[in-house]
């Protein structure tokens, strides 16, 4: 005769306890915090990287290690670096660029007033996010930026035509000095006011300079620009 069973059913409370510990399926890994919240400091954290240290010198497990996360976790949201670029390009980079790039709208006021407004737009662009100034000398002025290539793959170059296109208006109407190179606005400002502003923390110890601000940066930018180094009529 066969022996009887002597197992006991597992209750319902039993099961969902090994339920629990059952091997987990695809998805979210575990431990995780809020989606959402996750998401924005893997951004940050990218963002960081290749301001500090470039792009193509940043792999997604670096990203993951500087934001305490799995390899697994960071691949959960974003499946390779491309993706990751297209997504900081997107929702980051490319809104300051719309932001900066309203300066010249079809009802641009005139020149210094522009001028002025786009130098303060990249100042406070600049300040408000830090990675702006280092990222955008790695990978955007530099000769083989792998951001300057993938933005404008995806977005051209119609904010810079639009400028030049104001710019060689002004000059046309004998608004704005006919010697001013259109196309080379942009990085002028760029050099007048965020390389002084990169500079200002080795000023923490210079007597002559330690006091000025991105405020001041800006002012003298537009001076430059809209005087040159002539005394005033």
């Known amino acids: 005769m066969a022996k009887a069973s002597t197992d006991k059913p597992v209750s319902r409370k039993s099961r969902k306890a090994v339920d629990v510990d059952l091997p987990r399926g695809p998805g ?3 431990g995780s915090i ?5 998401r924005v400091r893997l951004l940050d954290t990218a963002l960081q990287l290749f301001a500090r240290q470039g792009i193509v010198e940043t792999p997604l ?9 799995t ?8 499946k390779s670096r491309d993706q990751l670029l297209d997504v900081l390009i997107e929702e980051r ?22 001028i ?21 000398m790695r990978e955007v ?19 810079m035509q639009s400028a030049i296109d104001c710019i ?6 004998g608004r704005l000095n006919p010697d001013f190179e259109p196309s080379l606005l942009f990085i002028t400002i760029f050099g007048l006011t965020i390389l002084p502003l990169i500079a200002t923390k080795a000023w923490q110890q210079d007597r002559l300079r330690r006091t000025l601000g991105p405020a001041d940066i800006a002012r003298h930018a537009v001076a430059i620009l809209s005087h040159g180094v002539s005394p005033l009529p």
Not at 122 to 133: G, I, N, S, V
């Open 116 to 136: 002025t407004q786009l130098a303060e737009r990249l100042m406070r662009t600049a300040t408000e996010h830090p990675w702006f100034p280092s990222l955008w």
């Open 168 to 173: 060689t208006r002004w000059q046309r109407e």
């Open 28 to 30: 979210r890994p575990s």
């Open 141 to 159: 002025f530099s000769d083989n930026g792998l951001l300057r290539q993938r933005i404008q793959q995806r977005y051209g170059t119609l904010h």
């Open 71 to 78: 390899p697994a976790m960071l691949h959960y949201y974003f």
């Open 61 to 69: 497990a670096a990203i993951a290690r500087e934001a305490g996360v």
């Open 34 to 38: 809020n989606g959402p919240e996750q």
């Open 93 to 114: 980079i490319q809104p300051r660029r719309e932001e900066i790039g309203k300066t010249f709208s079809a009802d641009a006021g005139d020149p210094v007033t522009v």
